[in-house]
């Protein structure tokens, strides 16, 4: 069964500095990973998808990495803002075997960007 | 880009009661949705996925009787808690698959409190 990890569960770092949000899944097999972003309260905004062929994406001051290999991806978030905070999960779709492409989730990195 | 509206935003229903909560994609066609389900400060947990015209597909451990989903046009989709208690009381969140991207669009969340 596929696990997906967060690391850490919280972070607080002042306005400025760059976020780096780690997520590692247990099986390989992915079909894609994708990094989302929740507000208290709210549904999901959808940051970066990332096919498994894909080793990174990129859009504006965010940058996500893939290793599927080691099971990792990596979000970094660039000259972070108080905007910035928020509720940052990643998901991955499995391959093949689940043609309906359910999601599994880490529990989340709770950020928080302090002026 | 794509938009998925779900409604209600909050309801507060009597114990006992039913609710219907859609989820509708605006701009494109959602062959797939999933109904998710989130406790406070805790990740997603999928309930169900729901096929266009077909018997949505429930994960274990989630009742079949007490969330209803339906799936009739391929841009809506409903989940109704029937005969609601104060433990389902929580944050409903459903997400559609756009096939043309292979992203996930999610809604906004509904906030069910069952008094």
């Known amino acids: 069964k596929q696990e997906v990890t967060q690391i850490p569960a919280a972070l607080s770092v002042p306005e400025g500095e760059n976020l780096v949000l780690n997520c590692s899944f247990t099986d390989s097999a992915i079909y894609n990973l994708q990094w989302f972003r929740q507000d208290p309260g709210k549904g999901l905004t959808s940051l970066l998808l990332?096919?498994?062929?894909?080793r990174e994406q990129t859009s504006g001051r965010l940058n996500a990495s893939l290793d599927k290999s080691s099971g990792r991806s990596t979000l970094y978030i660039a000259a972070s803002q108080p905007g910035d905070s928020a509720t940052y999960l990643c998901a991955v779709r499995k391959v093949a075997t689940d043609s309906w492409g359910k999601l599994q989730f880490g529990a989340g990195t709770q950020v928080v960007v302090t002026p | 880009g794509a938009v998925v509206s779900q409604h209600p935003s909050w309801v507060i229903c009597k114990s006992g009661t039913s609710v219907k909560i859609e989820c509708r994609s605006l701009?494109?066609?959602?062959?797939?949705m999933f109904w998710y389900r989130q406790f406070p400060k805790q990740s997603l947990m999928l309930m169900a996925t729901s096929n266009e015209g077909s018997k949505a597909t429930y994960e274990q451990g989630v009742e079949k009787d007490k969330f209803l989903i339906n799936h009739a046009s391929l841009t809506l989709s409903t989940l109704t808690v029937t005969s609601a208690h104060p433990e389902d009381s929580s944050f409903y969140i459903c997400s559609a698959r756009d096939v043309g991207n292979y992203g996930y669009t999610f809604g906004s969340g509904t906030r069910l409190t069952v008094v």
């Open positions: 990332i096919q498994s062929s894909q």
């Open positions: 701009d494109f066609q959602a062959t797939t």
